[in-house]
């Protein structure tokens, strides 16, 4: 059982670049997210999802794409990279009640 | 709207000094729940504890405990007996009832160092 899985863990992108962080889960889990984490600001929800072909945004979407094929993956793409974006990047997920959401190690992406 | 804050920023103490974190939240729901989570070194988020609005008893794991009050909107954290290994970010988190019980909002978080 491997909970929720984050790739990759280290990466660094040139502005403007293009790359999908990926996410997957063997839980079962309905809900899925992803959260950014910003020195001294804690955890921001980026985008969520309810379901297969369900998604949604969160608090701090801009410059973020998702999207929900299968119950298991949930990869958050970024389109055109900014310094901004430089964050660390987590994945979770839960089941329909919330009791314990899992997440996942975390990314670290670095924008230059 | 909801909202969690962490005042303390970053607390030190030495091993074996009790150490209190504090949590205040805001939320409009009367069904809610609020969770901690340790983030050590390395990164990753740990899960200590979720409680729902419900349930006002205080809960203790270990040398962990955990003080719910709903007539200060507060839910803080105590470390009894602290050890160098508790140094590590805590997080506090605030989740609302229903179809948005998966939406965590954090607080800033508090940076915990314990000194030998």
């Known amino acids: 059982n491997a909970g929720v899985t984050q790739t990759p863990k280290f990466q660094v992108l040139k502005t403007g670049q293009s790359m999908t962080l990926q996410c997957a889960q063997d839980?079962?889990?309905?809900?899925m997210s992803w959260y950014r984490q910003d020195p001294g600001m804690g955890l921001r929800l980026i985008h969520y999802?309810?379901?297969?072909?369900?998604?949604d945004q969160g608090e701090v979407p801009n410059g973020y794409n998702v999207s929900r094929s299968t119950t298991e993956d949930f990869p958050l793409r970024l389109l055109s990279a900014a310094p901004s974006q430089t964050s660390v990047y987590f994945c979770?997920?839960?089941?329909?009640?919330?009791?314990?959401?899992?997440f996942g190690e975390g990314s670290w992406l670095t924008v230059v | 709207a909801q909202k969690v804050t962490q005042a303390q920023t970053e607390i030190s103490v030495v091993e074996k000094e009790d150490v209190t974190l504090d949590c205040v939240y805001e939320?409009?729901?009367?069904?809610?729940?609020l969770f901690w989570y340790k983030q050590p070194p390395s990164g990753e988020l740990v899960f200590l504890i979720r409680?729902?609005?419900?349930?006002?008893q205080n809960e203790i794991s270990g040398r962990y405990s955990w003080n719910f009050q709903k007539s200060t909107s507060s839910f803080n954290f105590t470390i009894t007996a602290s050890q160098v290994v508790d140094s590590a970010v805590y997080f506090c988190?605030?989740?609302?009832?229903?179809?948005?019980?998966?939406?965590?909002?954090f607080g800033s978080g508090t940076r915990l160092l314990v000194r030998p």
């Open positions: 999802s309810v379901g297969a072909g369900i998604t």
């Open positions: 839980m079962n889990h309905e809900y």
């Open positions: 979770a997920s839960s089941y329909r009640d919330g009791n314990t959401i899992y």
């Open positions: 988190a605030l989740t609302e009832g229903g179809d948005s019980s998966y939406k965590l909002i």
């Open positions: 409680r729902n609005s419900f349930d006002e």
């Open positions: 939320t409009r729901d009367t069904t809610y729940y």
